[in-house]
């Protein structure tokens, strides 16, 4: 089971980029923004566990 934490690095139209805190040389990870808390913003923090997205 994946527990992490991601950085959003970009908002673009229906996706957001994301980045994770501990792999920052990974590549960018493109996500559904429906799949996201509505408030995100660029530059947040979120959690990912259990298939689920929490700003932190």
Do not use: S
Not at 20 to 45: F, M, N, Q, S, Y
């Amino acid at each position: 089971m994946l527990v992490c934490d991601y950085i959003v690095e970009q908002i673009d139209g229906d996706y957001a980029h994301l980045r994770r805190t501990d792999l920052p040389d990974e590549e960018l990870k493109l996500v559904a923004r429906a799949l996201l808390p509505a408030e995100i913003v660029e530059g947040c923090t979120l959690h990912y566990e259990l298939m689920q997205y929490t700003i932190l």
